[in-house]
T-cell receptor
Framework: NAGVTQTPKFRVLKTGQSMTLLCAQD?????MYWYRQDPGMGLRLIHY???????AKGEVPDGYNVSRLKKQNFLLGLESAAPSQTSVYFC??????????????FGQGTRLTVV | DAKTTQPPSMDCAEGRAANLPCNHS???????VYWYRQIHSQGPQYIIH???NNETNEMASLIITEDRKSSTLILPHATLRDTAVYYC???????????FGTGTRLQVTL
């Protein structure tokens, strides 16, 4: 059981380049989340999804797009990377709030540097 | 979701109990209290959650006051591996968002 897997683990981008971060979960969770964490800060929610085909904005959505075409995958896209998007990105998933077990499971993070 | 307040940092001697407080004075009736921790730069890890009764699992105990305006996470015998940032989160039973605050940095020392 792999849990939540993030790809890639590290990436360096030049300003203006685009990239997609992939999050995959094998727990059949309905909810998925993307967070960013800057040095010395807490996690901030970028976008989240409550099910296949649906997404919603979190606290800091600007500069990012997401897609949830399959229940097990949640993609985070940066169309034109900026140095301010240098951060560690975490993906998480959980059952819906109606389930008995509602804790979120996190991936190990993607370290992104934009130069 | 209700806002939470935690001390920025705490120290604890190894082998002693670590008691981490959280204030959530605006919590409403259908909101749960969750605790997560983040060790170094890893992804956060779920610890425990509760509604109004005290809860215990293999990792920790959660004590929620009768008025539910505050709670305490207890690590009964802290070890060096418990050094981490601990996050207290209040989340309703129907909410889909999971929002983190700044947490408490717990340093366990010899």
């Amino acid at each position: 059981n792999a849990g939540v897997t993030q790809t890639p683990k590290f990436r360096v981008l030049k300003t203006g380049q685009s990239m997609t971060l992939l999050c995959a979960q094998d727990m059949n969770h309905e909810y998925m989340y993307w967070y960013r964490q800057d040095p010395g800060m807490g996690l901030r929610l970028i976008h989240y999804s409550v099910g296949e085909g649906t997404t919603a904005k979190g606290e800091v959505p600007d500069g990012y797009n997401v897609s949830r075409l399959k229940k097990q995958n949640f993609l985070l896209g940066l169309e034109s990377a900026a140095p301010s998007q240098t951060s560690v990105y975490f993906c998480a998933s959980s059952y819906s709030q109606g389930a008995v077990n509602t804790e979120a499971f996190f991936g190990q993070g993607t370290r992104l540097t934009v130069v | 979701d209700a806002k939470t307040t935690q001390p920025p940092s705490m120290d604890c001697a190894e082998g002693r109990a670590a008691n981490l407080p959280c204030n959530h004075s605006t919590i409403s009736g259908n909101e749960y209290v969750y605790w997560y921790r983040q060790i170094h730069s890893q992804g956060p890890q779920y610890i425990i959650h509760g509604l109004k009764n005290n809860e215990t699992n293999e990792m920790a105990s959660l004590i929620i006051t009768e008025d539910r305006k505050s709670s305490t996470l207890i690590l009964p015998h802290a070890t060096l591996r418990d050094t981490a940032v601990y996050y207290c989160i209040v989340r309703s039973g129907t909410a889909s968002k999971l929002t983190f605050g700044t947490g408490t940095r717990l340093q366990v020392t010899l």
